[in-house]
């Protein structure tokens, strides 16, 4: 296997006063899904955010594509290839959605052949391309979030939750989509809570604990090994 | 998994209210308007009163741009911003003073190219000020309102102190370019050349500030960062650059509005920009703090305001602006047209 796009090292964030991520180790291979799973407030969003460089690791190493970005400014990890879709999405609601999605490209305009696949893969922004993001529904806007973060083509996705509160049509054309982002080469790291999403997507997963990864391995393995997901996550995630 | 079913997604339909609420803060203007003229009574005095009104509130509002995206870009208060008007207005008036020839002779090209330099002048003055006035004062002091306020506060009186140091302790009276001395008389109202000029200059750079907000990359990106800088950010923008730009055009225009504030007046003193940020302050708040359309929409209210009540009730004027501010404020605590914060 090649090596792997992301790395992270024994990495230490602290919000405030709160020690959230307590040594994280996690190896994101290139190319494939991997899930990162475990309960509420563990530290699955806050990783995301110490690798987007949000959250300022205070100990640790982030290796991505081999190099040192620790230290690097916000701006310089996404314009290193690393497309970031925010727990809350981070619509820009008074700018229509045509708006949003040229900003999601830092490097020059929309290339009119992604524009096509993005559109068709969700239809509904087409819709509304000339309406303002803050009028767009819910899913709407989630869409919107992911397709504006593949507005231009980037080497890896982190995506927080994508499919929160989304209707089951929504959460398959968002699945399909994703599908469709790793076909094209990308790696994606995917906080997800569905578990049947993450099922489907997933090649590797991590699944995290106290602020540690605990447990990382096949995405199939833990799907089908309810005894290993009672273990990790107290609790066995087909009963959701 | 299935695929999506197909449907057309809608919107509800917006109720009335709901239509009406972003464009009541627009009909507010035309609404004064009117009003002043039912109050008046005299339709030459409210027409010379309207003009006069418009002008007032067009310097305000150039003056007051850069403060309100200042503000909502980086959340940073620049009590300070008056500096740049005084600052703008000592340079432009040297400039138009040192070019006595042009201004003095009833030419209006040469006029209009001394009132064209002065402008250039103050505010490539006033614009490499703001860059270093945004790297040695605010940078150190980025998300500390208190510290804000307390540090861009000495520094615009070390800038006053510093005008008197360089053009004296006195106040410099200035008289208008030839062509722009005297009114244009029309239907009885007497209009001055100056202030129909100053409205044109702000409709002029409202609607160029428009385009760029709306029409360019950059714009975009500003409007964005004003509603969510982190996502900006983590997009690839680098916000602090783009921060600095808006900061240095925001002082250029400060010291635009200086000059215009100067020639407007026909008289000079370094706290001039000061006195001026009570009304600056004021429009920004009442416009929404971050919102452009807001600050000129504010401006006009209250460059119309001013001038009716002073001319209705003259005891009024001084509370007029604060009671307009406290009415909208009553009315939409966030201001008329609020910039949504994403946080």
């Known amino acids: ?240 | 998994m299935t695929a999506a079913p197909d449907h057309k997604p809608t919107f509800a339909a917006l109720s009335l209210s709901e239509r009406l609420d972003k464009a009541l803060p627009v009909l507010l203007v035309p609404l004064l308007v009117v009003l002043g003229f039912l109050a008046i009574g005299t339709p030459s005095s409210w027409m010379t009163l309207t003009v006069s009104g418009l002008a007032m509130g067009m310097m305000i509002f150039i003056m007051a741009s850069g403060l309100t995206l200042v503000f909502g870009l980086m959340d940073v208060i620049n009590f300070g911003h008056g500096a740049f008007v005084s600052v703008g207005a000592f340079v432009g008036v040297s400039v138009l003073i040192a070019l006595g020839d042009w201004t003095g002779t009833a030419s209006l090209l040469l006029n209009m190219s001394a009132v064209f330099l002065a402008v250039v002048a103050a505010m490539m003055v006033t614009g490499i000020m703001g860059w270093g006035f945004e790297r040695i004062i605010v940078k150190p002091v980025y998300g500390a309102h208190l510290k804000q306020i307390l540090v861009t506060v000495g520094g615009l009186i070390v800038v006053e102190q510093l005008i008197h140091v360089v053009w004296g302790p006195d106040e410099i009276y200035i008289t208008r370019p030839e062509t722009l001395k005297g009114a244009i008389t029309f239907a009885g109202a007497a209009m001055e050349k100056y202030r129909l000029l100053a409205v044109a200059i702000g409709l002029v750079l409202f609607i160029a500030m428009r385009m760029v907000l709306r029409r360019t990359k950059i714009g975009l990106i500003v409007r964005a960062g004003v509603e969510n800088g982190p996502m900006v950010e983590a997009l690839g923008y680098r916000l602090r650059m783009v921060f600095i730009g808006v900061f240095v055009a925001g002082s250029a225009l400060a010291g635009l509005g200086g000059v215009m504030w100067g020639l407007y007046q026909e008289v000079i003193t370094a706290g001039m920009g000061e006195k001026m940020m009570v009304l600056v302050f004021i429009v920004a708040i009442i416009g929404g703090l971050g919102s452009v359309e807001g600050a000129f929409i504010g401006a006009l209210l209250v460059g119309l305001m001013q001038n009716y009540v002073a001319f209705l009730e003259p005891k009024l004027a001084l509370v007029s602006n604060i009671a307009l501010m406290t009415a909208i404020l009553m009315w939409r605590p966030q201001g008329m047209l609020p910039v949504v914060k994403a946080k």
């Open chain 1, 1 to 240: 296997m090649s090596e792997p796009i992301l790395t992270l090292n024994n990495l230490y964030t602290d919000i405030a006063q709160y020690h959230i991520l307590q040594g994280v180790d996690l190896q994101v291979p290139r190319g494939q899904v991997t899930m990162l799973l475990g309960r509420n407030g563990v530290g699955k969003t806050t990783t995301l955010k110490t690798i987007m460089g949000q959250w300022t690791a205070k100990s640790g190493v982030i290796l991505y594509n081999g190099q040192d970005m620790t230290q690097m400014p916000v701006s310089a990890r996404a314009r290193a290839g690393v497309g970031f879709v925010p727990e809350d999405m981070g619509i820009f609601r008074d700018l229509t959605v045509e708006e949003n999605m040229i900003l999601g490209c830092t490097s020059g305009p929309l290339d009119p052949k992604r524009k096509d696949w993005l559109l068709g893969a969700f239809p509904a922004l087409g819709t509304f391309w000339h309406s303002e993001a803050g009028n767009l529904s819910g899913g709407q806007k989630q869409m919107l979030s992911i397709a504006r973060a593949m507005a231009e083509e980037r080497q890896l996705y982190l995506i927080d939750e994508p499919t929160k509160g989304l209707a089951p049509a929504i959460v398959s054309t968002m699945a399909q989509a994703l599908r469709e982002l790793k076909a094209q080469g990308a790696s994606i790291l995917l906080v997800e809570q569905n578990f049947s999403v993450a099922k489907a997507l997933g090649d590797t997963a991590a699944v995290m604990d106290d602020g540690r990864v605990i447990w990382n391995g096949d995405m199939a393995e833990l799907a089908t090994n309810s005894d290993l997901q009672e273990r990790l996550m107290g609790l066995s995630m087909e009963a959701h």
